[in-house]
């Protein structure tokens, strides 16, 4: 419910709906504004803003700190704690089992566990898919790179839906790929994409940030992945593969309000279905004939008539 | 074989080689004159990162960017006169103060970031350097290319390099310098404060390694982020081991890095069915295996590591 409906609501209904806001805590490893906690820390206090939530949250947070962290908001009254898991499965599950009147909502490689520890995925593999449909018509090379952080699998899998986007309108395409090894260096990162362009690549998909930095000052375009890019790079990131992640936010905040136990596995909030991912594109930049294909897709995923494939496999 | 061969001739893999050495050789530079006058400074990680951070803001908050090489400069010798304070006069243990110092700078730089600048979806920018073309020079062809298009500080690292040498070995405060390094009675036998140079020393040096950090921000990109110094600092820690510190030996040592570095990012793109965890590998098991084969001869400060004090025998 918006703002204005709240405040048109007598005064004793508006207190009893403040009251129902579910108290969040966030566990973010990486300083917000890495990225991909940025969507998450944006969708939240986009909730917060809505009095859905109320949202506080730690940034930054070690490994090793990282169970105390989720431990003192579970004390401090949290009803449901949102983190990432990837480096400290054992650990937060750990947690979890101790507390068992907290939801937690995890990024994890992982399945849920037992009713209160759910666990979600990252998809805009179908925005990357369609990115790469267009992609696939502007190339004058025929190849097409991309930088990523690490290979695990929701990497992989979006450089891989990237690609068969791309093959889809240009079965001709050679592929080139780099991983850093790190999630935030954006001078490696630009680094590898300037070795890519080197390489004979004319449009990178830059998973992670200062991909398109290489691809600036060569002059070659580029498609953002989670976030737009596009304001940043104007005429060099076309496109961008948007994660959205404040269905995944309302699902979980529905299912802590209704009692519902929340060990289930969230990630299909993330599909273009339920509004989790979108491409959004300057359409200036793309040639005419690209647009229609795409637009066909877009609408055959909508209806669950095409499902773009999940392919977690290295890209090399 | 032949595609490896390819891309060694390109120049702009040796450009890609010059930029990425470039805070390398500024960081390796300020931890070899901590060490040749006795103290070693792990402070360096989190030094990065503060000038980093600092030399972005005062360019953010619309200095010029010198400017903010400067602030750099000027922070992260404050840094190094708390590491000197620590582990000079007070003698305390050098690695304990240094690896201190790290998670004081770094964590100072998150927390002022945070004070101080509002951020969005994406880290604010600034303009940063822009190459420049030597006029002449760049014309050479591939050296020109390599060599003299690069963006300002690194021409900046390269003088360095000759300005340090030419310090430590050509003047009396050099002399005085690496004495203090080697055998600090008998700087005080000459009537000087082994004291007072060691905590100049790693000033200087403190300052250096925070210009290292500043080029991250001002130059290889244009914002900042707290984790974005991603161990650089460590490896200037032993790249001054590789160099058995000398300057012109850390000026090779880190463009070596860099060279294995850019090499790697390229071959990942073009050689297939390799993890590509070995190319990342790469630089730093090349770096340990040449440090194995440099380090047996490296001539180590003899002073090093030791705290000085005054009548002590």
């Known amino acids: 419910m918006g703002a204005a409906a709240t405040l048109a609501l007598p005064a004793y209904l508006r207190k009893a709906q403040a009251q129902t806001a579910v108290k969040v805590a966030g566990v973010h490893a990486s300083p917000v504004e890495n990225a991909w906690n940025s969507r998450i820390h944006a969708a939240l206090q986009a909730a917060a803003a809505d009095g859905l939530i109320e949202y506080e949250f730690s940034e930054g947070v070690a490994a090793t700190d990282y169970p105390r962290a989720m431990r003192e908001y579970a004390e401090g009254g949290a009803k449901l704690i949102w983190g990432e898991s990837y480096a400290v499965e054992a650990e937060a599950r750990a947690v979890a089992a101790d507390y068992p009147e907290t939801a937690f909502l995890m990024g994890s490689s992982g399945g849920p566990e037992g009713d209160n520890f759910g666990v979600f995925g990252t998809r805009n593999h179908e925005a990357a898919y369609l990115a790469g449909m267009l992609a696939g018509k502007m190339s004058k090379t025929g190849t097409f790179g991309s930088v990523g952080g690490y290979p695990i699998p929701e990497v992989n899998l979006l450089i891989n839906a990237f690609r068969m986007g791309v093959k889809e309108v240009n079965p001709e395409a050679k592929f080139l790929n780099g991983f850093i090894g790190a999630w935030f260096d954006p001078a490696k990162a630009k680094e590898a994409a300037l070795a890519q362009i080197d390489g004979g690549a004319d449009i990178l998909f830059g998973e992670r940030i200062g991909t398109a930095d290489g691809a600036q000052e060569r002059g070659v375009k580029a498609i953002g992945s989670l976030i737009d890019y596009t304001p940043r790079y104007p005429g060099t990131v076309f496109a961008n593969a948007i994660w959205n992640y404040r269905p995944t936010i309302d699902a979980i905040v529905a299912d802590v309000v209704a009692g519902r136990p929340v060990g289930r596995d969230y990630t299909e909030y993330s599909f273009m279905k339920y509004g989790g991912n979108e491409l959004i594109y300057v359409a200036e930049e793309v040639p005419a004939d690209a647009i229609p294909a795409m637009e066909e897709k877009k609408a055959a995923i909508a209806a669950g008539t095409f499902e773009v494939p999940i392919d977690a496999t290295e890209p090399a | ?313």
């Open chain 2, 1 to 313: 074989m032949t595609v490896a061969l390819d891309i060694l001739m390109t120049a702009s893999l040796w450009e890609a080689v010059l930029r990425i050495a470039t805070p390398l050789i500024f960081g390796v530079l300020g931890a070899l004159i901590c060490e040749r006058a006795g103290v070693l400074n792990l402070g360096i990680e989190g030094i990065m990162t503060l000038g980093a951070m600092v030399g972005w803001l005062t360019v953010y908050w619309g200095g010029d960017l010198w400017l903010g090489m400067a602030v750099a400069v000027l922070v992260g010798m404050m840094m190094g006169w708390l590491h000197a304070m620590l582990t000079v006069p007070l003698g305390l243990s050098q690695h304990v103060s240094g690896l201190g110092i790290t998670l004081l700078a770094s964590a100072l730089a998150y927390y002022l970031y945070r004070l101080w600048v509002e951020v969005g979806d994406l880290p604010p920018t600034i303009v940063p350097f822009q190459p420049l073309a030597v006029p002449g020079l760049s014309s050479i062809p591939f050296l020109g290319e390599a060599v003299f298009t690069q963006m300002p500080p690194t021409y900046v690292a390269l003088i360095l390099v000759v300005l340090v040498a030419w310090f430590l070995n050509r003047t009396p405060a050099g002399l005085a310098l690496r004495m203090t390094g080697e055998n600090p009675h008998a700087v005080e036998a000459q009537g000087l404060n082994p004291h007072r140079i060691r905590i100049w020393a790693v000033m200087v040096g403190s300052g250096l390694m925070a210009l290292g950090g500043a080029f991250l921000t001002t130059a290889a990109f244009n914002s900042f982020f707290p984790t974005m110094v991603q161990g650089r600092g460590w490896i200037c820690i032993a790249l001054v081991v590789f160099a058995s510190w000398r300057p012109g030996k850390a000026l090779i040592g880190a463009l070596l890095f860099a060279l294995f570095d850019a090499f790697q990012l390229r071959l990942q793109t073009v050689v297939e069915g390799v993890p590509y965890q070995l190319f990342l590998m790469a630089p730093y098991v090349l770096s340990i295996v040449a440090l194995v084969l440099v380090a047996r001869r490296a001539r180590v400060p003899e002073a090093l590591m030791q705290p000085y004090r005054r009548g002590e025998r």
